[in-house]
């Protein structure tokens, strides 16, 4: 709860933000008057970009300010500020709709699965990028081959083979699916990097006597750290958002993923109409992201967007 | 030397290597398999059928025509995204120099692309909603009461509803990339264009965009297969339905995973998620051949 409370000032704040922002750039037209088509070009681009910053923001704001009021204000009021800040609706989503159990389901995963994926990963990428051997090439077109399967194709055996192995509802089943899906585009990725790592530090350690697991383990990795900050940011979005794999293969309704236990209650009757607790849900469960986006938005950016301009 | 190589390598690769081929290779591959059976999931053995799960699939009306609308959204969700965010990374970038503001609409307008889909999909289900939704709301105050409608009620607006928000989601994103591809185009390029007289459209047309192929091209195949993997809006958007105008919404994965997941016809599925990967390739093809272009270096 008390993250709810530290948190929502953040995105409130951003609207003013706006203002100043808006009249700074009159300023700047109001001095370069020589040149009336770059006034009018970026008038019209202030205009534009604004009406598009309040369609992405309004939405989210609307949400938060929605979550505090009751079912009356929500039906008769949509657009009113809650007249008492009803914070009993995050009581209720966070014990009565088990929302606080999707949570501590969703963190247990996580942190199993994202561990895995980095090391797993690096592991793999740091062999493919520095080391010559006969395959290397097909290996890592292999692994990008992932990268083009869309998941449904590999939906219902997976099921029959969670199933069959025993590890369907189980924790640590999800979290090796998660690690698997993830490795193309995280092996893609630190493959760039460790490629850009220098050789030099390497090659001297292994000539003072260093093996080639001590210099992984205490050169390489430390040295790569900002690639696997940037993975780690992204995977954990990923795997926070998760949404289809656990639906298929976490049936067990005490087990699910905190995103497929917010899309059943949408669904499920009872509670279609406590407007109040399936918005306090919503809030909780994009508080983390929001909270990861703000603090490491430069490296997320630069994550998530590399695959596509080296692609 | 040698044998101390691999001492390395093995077990560094293993480990992604056991985790890939057990729980990605081998379901992708099994799903060939199980496509050409009637198999329901009870006994063992799964009768082969050899094509005639895809000979039903292909001649049923229900699948043809979820089919279809994933076709009407693979020509509408890039022709939009990209449009909308080529124009905003245009303005980002004016003239070489950043706009005022900058960092506060990038940090902005890439947020939902951060946020779960399920969220999305239930908070776009309010502002839809008839009565008390924001977008009828905001209709009624500027007195256009006669475009209110329930749109995801209604057959004829449900499929576009639900793709607007994926537009909505995705600009941020396709925006950055295009910001980042535009920033590395070297302005001596454009100060000889205006030394010539070129108009800002004009370099736009003849500077930017064709130096930026390359990532156009690359949306381009993204927002394609995002478009034939469209799921998770949809279901949660339709509570999962399939039943009446709900039904005007559903696309081939919904039908998969409900052919699966609620029916039990685990053949049939498959067969749906191998049509969905020979149009994903042929797709990617596609693309990359039609808008084949000269690329220049620079």
Same mark, same amino acid.
């Given at each position: ?35 009336? @088509? ?30 505090? #009021? ?8 949509? &657009? ?33 699965? %994202? ?106 990795? /430390?040295?790569? #750290? ?13 795997? &926070?958002?998760?949404?289809?794999? /656990? ?13 497929? =236990?917010? =899309? ?23 508080? /983390? ?13 630069? =994550? ?8 | ?37 009637? &198999? ?46 080529? %124009? ?63 749109? %995801? ?43 010539? @007289? ?40 339709? =509570? ?5 105008? *709900?039904?005007? *919404? ?12 609620? #029916?039990?016809? &685990?053949?049939?599925?498959? *067969? ?27």
């Amino acid at each position: 709860m008390s993250a709810n409370t530290t948190m929502t000032p953040a995105p409130i704040a951003e609207p003013e933000q706006l203002q100043p922002q808006a009249g700074g750039a009159q300023q700047i037209t109001a001095v370069g008057r020589g040149n009336k @088509g770059d006034l009018a070009l970026s008038t019209v681009s202030q205009v534009l970009l604004s009406f598009w910053a309040v369609l992405v923001i309004f939405p989210f704001l609307w949400m938060i300010m929605t979550s505090f #009021k009751t079912n009356s204000e929500i039906l008769f009021s949509p &657009w009113n500020l809650p007249d008492t800040l009803q914070w009993q609706n995050f009581q209720s989503a966070w014990t009565d709709a088990h929302i606080g159990r999707y949570v501590w389901n969703s963190l247990v995963v996580i942190a199993m699965s %994202l561990t895995g994926t980095l090391l797993v990963s690096a592991m793999a990428a740091y062999v493919i990028a520095r080391f010559e051997f006969p395959g290397n090439r097909i290996l890592f077109y292999l692994f990008m081959a992932g990268l083009m399967f869309p998941v449904f194709l590999g939906l219902v055996p997976l099921y029959f083979l969670m199933s069959d192995l025993h590890i369907k509802d189980t924790y640590y089943g999800l979290a090796l699916v998660y690690i698997a899906y993830s490795l193309p585009f995280t092996i893609f990725f630190l493959v760039g990097f460790f490629k850009t790592l220098p050789g030099e530090v390497a090659e001297a350690a292994i000539v003072d006597g260093a093996s080639q697991f001590q210099t992984f383990f205490q050169i390489m990795l /430390p040295m790569a #750290k900002p690639g696997l900050i940037a993975m780690g940011i992204f995977n954990f979005l990923g795997h &926070w958002n998760q949404y289809l794999l /656990p639906l298929v293969l976490m049936q067990d309704e005490s087990k699910r993923m905190l995103s497929q =236990g917010l =899309g059943m209650l949408a669904i499920q009757q009872g509670y279609q109409n406590d407007y109040g607790a399936l918005f306090a849900a919503m809030t909780i469960t994009m508080v /983390p992201t929001l909270i990861v986006y703000i603090l490491f938005q430069r490296r997320l950016e630069s =994550g998530l967007t590399a695959g596509a301009l080296k692609g | 030397m040698y044998y101390r190589k691999y001492r390395l390598i093995i077990p560094f690769l293993l480990p992604a290597l056991i985790l890939y081929g057990v729980f990605v290779l081998f379901p992708y591959g099994r799903a060939f398999y199980i496509s050409l059976t009637s &198999w329901r999931g009870v006994s063992a053995n799964m009768p082969f059928v050899g094509l005639d799960n895809y000979r039903r699939l292909l001649t049923e009306t229900r699948f043809m025509e979820a089919l279809t609308r994933n076709l009407q959204l693979l020509i509408v969700l890039p022709l939009v995204t990209i449009t909308i965010s080529l %124009l905003f990374a245009a303005l980002f970038t004016q003239g070489g120099k950043g706009i005022r503001g900058s960092s506060f609409y990038r940090i902005v307008f890439f947020f939902p692309q951060v946020i779960s889909a399920v969220i999305v999909g239930m908070l776009f289900t309010y502002v839809y909603n008839p009565q008390y939704g924001l977008l009828n709301g905001f209709l009624r105050g500027i007195g256009l009461d006669s475009l209110t409608r329930a749109w %995801l009620g209604n057959p004829a607006t449900i499929l576009w509803a639900i793709a607007a928000v994926a537009v909505w989601s995705g600009v941020g994103f396709y925006m950055v990339i295009f910001i980042a591809s535009m920033q590395s185009i070297p302005t001596s390029f454009y100060e000889a264009a205006v030394l010539d @007289g070129a108009t800002r459209w004009i370099q736009f047309r003849d500077i930017t965009l064709p130096l930026m192929w390359e990532t156009i091209r690359t949306a381009l195949i993204y927002i394609a297969i995002a478009a034939l993997d469209f799921f998770t809006l949809v279901q949660v958007m339709t =509570g999962g339905g399939s039943s009446g105008s *709900a039904r005007k *919404a559903e696309v081939a994965a919904l039908y998969m995973y409900n052919e699966a997941f609620t #029916k039990s016809r &685990w053949g049939s599925a498959s *067969a749906v998620g191998v049509i969905l990967l020979i149009l994903t390739l042929f797709l990617s093809v596609v693309i990359m051949r039609v808008t084949r272009r000269e690329t220049y270096e620079y």
